[in-house]
Every structure is written in structure tokens, then in C-alpha cells.
């Protein structure tokens, strides 16, 4: 039906207005969002350009007729319209959802508010977002906004925005504690620990940003253990199989090579070579989902195409990511789907937040089927990452970082004072840096992933480090993304 402008104002965006100001400090969680949802839309006769202008994310909706659309969102994957049309849809960690029906993909973060430390996330609304026909460097967008029917969704919780942060978060610097080094060298011998002079004296502010830019809230840690494997008994073990989903069993795990490495397939190297994100940027994101689709091509010509795609192009260009404050693979590869990859000797990489110039990349290259392994998040588990991994290519992955390691020189990580605690929200875990998944292996009996980080050769293993596999070592089994390269 139509409705006015007026109407939509007053139902919508009355008092919900805020500035978006670097990370989005929002936290929703699947109980929240389940349910019944009205989304006033535009007609699709925008540019994509208008999620830079007309549709920002605080923008009201423009000043013409909308109509609405009435979805149910099921667990854990399923959405019906009101004509009973089935269609797909996920979370995106705890920022927002994607929503895809009817041959049409709708993307937004969730509303939040904020006063001083104080964040109310309104799980039931979502910010301006953005929706086209699915499809391929689509050229026809339209805006929406969502609410939830029913109960109130709101939760609260304390946050400092990356762009401000505490003055001695500047002023706090960095150094290398040999006693803590020697402590973990003596104490174990999974893993060593070293003194990285490039570190040394850096504020604690760049330390945050090079472990990924988003900062955790109070509380997003809970004394309560989430039961992941009566989460995924649920939700089941899935993984994509030409852009379809695929029970993976354990003859399908057992199938594949004890160890396994993109950095050797038949004496070549198949992966991006390691680069540095740089000082005083949360671009992690960009890198891993980036290097996921050069190494991809890397794969599919057996080493005969070796593009390597801007980082810094999602940085200025990607309004579906906050630039140096942060990003997610997901939404990456969704930017790559619908406005392409620069290559990297178009627009080299600065390590700042540009403005984004546009047309200075003409030349594209694109993704497509970007999912979750699992499907969906909340999915992923180290069976359905091994059986991508192994038969998509390299994939791009999130852990959390704490500050032991920074000091990591070679062996498989462990965290053993990480908090083994998750939240009482089956399916959520907290991350804050993303990575490169490039195989797996054992060392000494233990079983580890090999990953290809962004802080240069210098550190670790050349660039790469080994994390323990199968336990969700600091979270490194619960958001993995991987995506098809369409073009390059």
C-alpha cells in the first residue's frame, strides 16, 4: 500500500536520529530479532551511489511515496513474505541483518542510541538501509527502514567509539614485558613468545586498531557458557556447495588430507602475498576479505592470474563498512557483489580514511554467493570451515585478539587465560580481528589452523601464525565468510 512521507516520519524516525560516528557500537542478538517485521521501502529508481547520499544510514527515507513489505524472520535462516514467498536471511554479527526474497536482497544496521558511554541498541528498528534486485553489480537501489512488531528489543550497554577514544588510550603506550614473555616461554610448549621492536612504544590506541578496530562493551562478556554445540545440533552442520547448502558429516571431514596448505599445492603458492595494514587503522577487514578473493583467483587458474585487490578502496569507497574504524568480512564481499574490487596498483593502499573518488577504478573485479560457511551466522564450526577451506580456497576469518598475542613468534597459539566463558546467546561470540584462513595441520600432536595475518613478515611466521583447531580457539571457529569470485 501507499503511504505518505509524513506518516513513515513519525512512525520511524522520530527521536532515532544519531550521528553514526566511526564503529556502529550496537549489539543485537537472535532472540531479539526473530519475528514479524514491516519494512517501509522506496521505489528502486536510485543510482547505486545513494547509499553515500540520499540513503545514508541516518538520512530519513527521501521525500516520495513508500510502500511496505511484511516479513517473518524464523530460526534459524528463514524469512516468509506476507504472499507465503520463502527467502533467506542473517544476522551479520550483532550489527545488523541481510535479508534476501523474492529475487531481492535487503541490507541494514540496527538503530541505536546513545548518551556519553551509554548505548540503547533498538533491536526492533534498523537505520536507513538499502535494498536492489539480487544480482551482479546491480545499478537500481531503493532505501528502507524496518521495524519489529511485538516487544520492545532493546538492550543497554557501555561502548567508546573507536573515533574518541579515552585520552590514555593516546597517551598509554605499548611495551614489550619481557617478564611476561619469559613467563609464557617457561610456562608452555605449544607456542614462543618474543620482543617485536615494531610494536614497542606504539599507543595503545594504534595497538587496538591493528587488532581490529572495534572495542568490546561491558557486557559482551558473561559468566555464562553458551552451549555452541546444542546451538549447531539445531541449526545443523552446513557449508555451501555451489552457492547451496550441504549437510557436512564426519566421512566428509575424514575425507580430507590430515594437513593441508594453500601456500603449497603441488609446489605452488596460491595466496596474497602477507602485507601490512599499518599504523593507526582498523582495516584487518579489508585486508582478509580482499586477500580471500585474489587468492580465490589464485586457485581457480591454478596460479596463473595473481591480482591483488585495494584495501583501500573498500576503505574510502564501502559505506557498508567505517573505513579505518572497522568492518566486516561479510559485508566486504557483499561490496564486491555489488559495486566490484579495485586492484591494489589502482588505488594503493594509505593506511588513512580517504574520500572516495569516484570512477578512479573503472576496471571491476566481482564477487558473488558470499555466505557464512555454515550458511548463515551462528553456523560456522571447524567442520564446515576444513570442507570450504579445502574445496573453495582460502577463507576469511575472525578471532579475538588479546595481548600475549602480539608477542606470538611461532608454535600453535593458545590463549590460556582467555575467557572461556561466552555469552548466554547461543550463536554470538565476540571477535575483533580478521585474518586469512590458508589451511591446517598438526604440530607436536596438536592440531592447528594456518593463517596469514596483516602486520607485515616481520612478525611471526613470516607473516602467519598457527591457532589451536577444533576447541574454537579464542573464538576462531564462529564467523567465517567465503565468496565466489565472479570476474577479474
Known sequence: MKISQVIISTLLLCGLVVMVNGDIPVHCLFHQVFGDWTFYRTSTSFSNDVVHNTCALTNPLPNVNVDTIKLRLLAPDVVYDEQGNEGFWTLIYDQGFEVVINKQKYFAFFNYTQQGKVVTSNCGQTFTGWYHDAGIAVKKFGCFRGIRTGAPSESTHEHELMSAPKVDLKNKVFTNNMEKIN?????????QATAYPQFEGKSLEFMRRIAGGRTANKNRKAALKAQKERFQTIFQTQARVNGNKKIITEEDVNALPKEFSWTNVNGMNLVVPVRNQGVFCGSCYAFSSSDMFGSRVRVITNGTKTPVYSPQDIVECS?????????????????????GLAEESCDPYKGVDSVCKKDQCPKRAYGTNYAYTGGFYGATNAKNMMYELYHGGPLAIAFEVYDDFFNYKGGVYTHSTALKTKIAEPGWEETNHAVLLVGWGEENGVPYWLVKNSWGTSWGINGFFKIKRGTDECDCESEAVSADIYSY
Open 319 to 339: 559505506a557498508y563498512s567505517q573505513g579505518c574504524d572497522g568492518g566486516f568480512m561479510y559485508l566486504v564481499s557483499k561490496y564486491a557483489e555489488d559495486y
Open 183 to 191: 613467563t609464557i616461554n617457561k610456562s608452555q610448549k605449544m607456542w
